[in-house]
């Protein structure tokens, strides 16, 4: 299954549109997409608007493959679960976003393990094509690297 | 109580999705201390059994006028669970919260930037600066003297 998802808070069209239309060009596939508030509701594949963080954890279980915008709740949760994952991000210039920082987003994860960048659509078939042929993700752990934690925790401590 | 009194009580403030799920990321960091938390979604309790949750409205720079809804709900919250520290990965409900919480309660406040703002603060953090007692980012090259501090990222 490819997991398509464009975070919960503002829609991202293009990504579902594009998604839908090469779906029916992977027939050994199966696809599921969270499009949240779009306008463009999926026809070759079944959608949910916003699934519960439980739904969204198995959905990303089940996936071979993330398809999503380079939002941070979709790449970390892909890492964390070992999966790879291919961004497109939003761009500011076609009301996608606030400001245009996925696209620096997507620059710098594009040297993470497991994150795959596509800048436009028309690099996304390509994009995905590379992963499914050689899926490789990323193995984090949970948590934040401990340098983070034990500064917080040191001056929660401290108060 | 579920910690001794000594230690500060926690509010832990996040919107939906990537700001959520940065700040699990940091939970080992409010281990042991009376914790609470406030997030957009009702569903985000699942992930906390056994912590307070509560659920506030998802205000954006989009639909400002929330702030009528979000801010009485943040004041009760915060008279509830009259907290030592508050920490928010953002965005703006963890903004009201920080300011209301210097404001009522003179609580200490940590703000953490997003991971994704990696060229520059988020709108939401340039405005946390007033309110944060620590003004954090998650990446060294915008951390300095004058600008917000380096403690390191979730990643």
């Not at chain 1, 040297?111 to 390509?126: I, Q």
């Not at chain 2, 609580?107 to 620590?134: H, L, P, V, Y």
């Amino acid at each position: 299954m490819i997991f398509v998802t464009i975070g919960s808070l503002l829609p991202f069209d293009r990504l579902v549109r594009v998604m839908d239309d090469l779906a029916p060009s992977f027939p050994q596939e199966q696809f599921f997409a969270q499009i949240a508030e779009g306008k463009y509701e999926p026809r070759n594949m079944p959608f949910a608007r916003m699934l519960s963080r439980r739904e969204f954890a198995e959905k990303i279980d089940q996936a071979k493959l993330i398809v999503a915008h380079a939002g941070m709740g979709s790449v970390i949760s892909a890492m964390q679960q070992k999966k790879p994952i291919v961004i497109l991000p939003r761009k500011y210039e076609q009301g996608e976003h606030t400001t245009d920082h996925q696209m620096a987003t997507a620059r710098w994860l594009h040297a993470k393990p497991g994150v795959y960048v596509a800048m436009e659509d028309a690099d996304l078939r390509t994009t995905i094509d590379a992963v499914l042929a050689a899926p490789s993700a990323a193995a984090i752990p949970p948590t934040a690297p401990s340098e983070f934690i034990d500064k917080l925790r040191a001056y929660i401590s401290d108060l | 109580m579920e910690a001794p009194e000594t230690k500060p009580r926690l509010l832990i403030v996040a919107s939906g999705g990537g700001h959520w799920v940065q700040m699990g990321r940091l939970r080992p960091a409010f281990e042991g201390f009376d914790t609470a938390y406030v997030s957009v979604h009702q569903d985000y309790a699942d992930e906390l059994p056994g912590r307070r949750y509560y659920t506030v409205a998802d205000m954006t720079r989009f639909n400002f006028q929330k702030i009528f809804v979000l801010a009485p709900q943040l004041i009760r919250i915060l008279l509830i669970e009259r907290p030592k520290v508050v920490i928010t990965t953002g965005a703006a409900p963890g903004l009201v919260a920080i300011a209301l919480a210097k404001i009522l309660l003179g609580a200490k406040t940590i703000w953490i930037d997003s991971i994704a703002n990696c060229e520059r603060m988020s709108s939401s953090g340039m405005q946390a600066r007033r309110f944060a007692d620590q003004w954090l980012t998650q990446w060294p090259e915008l951390s300095g003297a004058d600008g917000p501090k380096y403690w390191g990222a979730v990643l």
